[in-house]
């Protein structure tokens, strides 16, 4: 059974960095051949994609609204992927998922049931 477990989070003042970390354990082939990415979501709302490697290792473009302030990285040595978060915005402040998939295609990579995998998420708070 694929698990998934982030980590990173935390209280910050607006304009500060944070870096989450998701390790993935119990994988059924090499963690390099996933589809990998972060999701964020607000009680009520919507999950909102933020970011994805492709299973052949490519970056999809971010969201608009973290575009330039969030990077994505990944270590296959230690199945690891992560996201630095940079010039924290109070609308940052959520609950940030990462999500896997062996099998997703590159077209349904932004949505959310692309995604067999997901951690429990881990809790970011901005504040102003």
């Known amino acids: 059974q694929v698990q998934l477990v982030e980590s990173g989070g935390g209280l910050v003042q607006a304009g500060g960095s944070l870096r989450l970390s998701c390790a993935a354990s119990?994988?059924?082939?090499?963690?390099?051949?996933?589809?990998v990415a972060w999701f964020r979501q607000t009680p009520g709302s919507e999950r909102e994609f933020i970011v994805a490697?492709?299973?052949?290792?490519?970056?999809?473009g971010y969201a608009d609204s973290v575009k330039g302030r969030f990077t994505i990285s990944r270590d296959n040595a230690k199945n690891t992927i992560y996201l630095q978060m940079n010039s924290l915005k109070p609308e940052d402040a959520d609950v940030y998922y990462c999500?896997?998939?062996?099998?997703?295609?590159?077209?349904?990579?932004?949505?959310?049931?692309?995604?067999?995998?997901w951690g429990h998420g881990t809790q970011v708070t901005v504040s102003s």
């Open positions: 119990g994988l059924e082939r090499s963690f390099s051949r996933y589809a």
């Open positions: 999500a896997a998939s062996s099998t997703a295609i590159l077209s349904s990579l932004r949505t959310r049931g692309a995604y067999a995998y």
């Open positions: 490697f492709t299973r052949s290792g490519a970056i999809t």
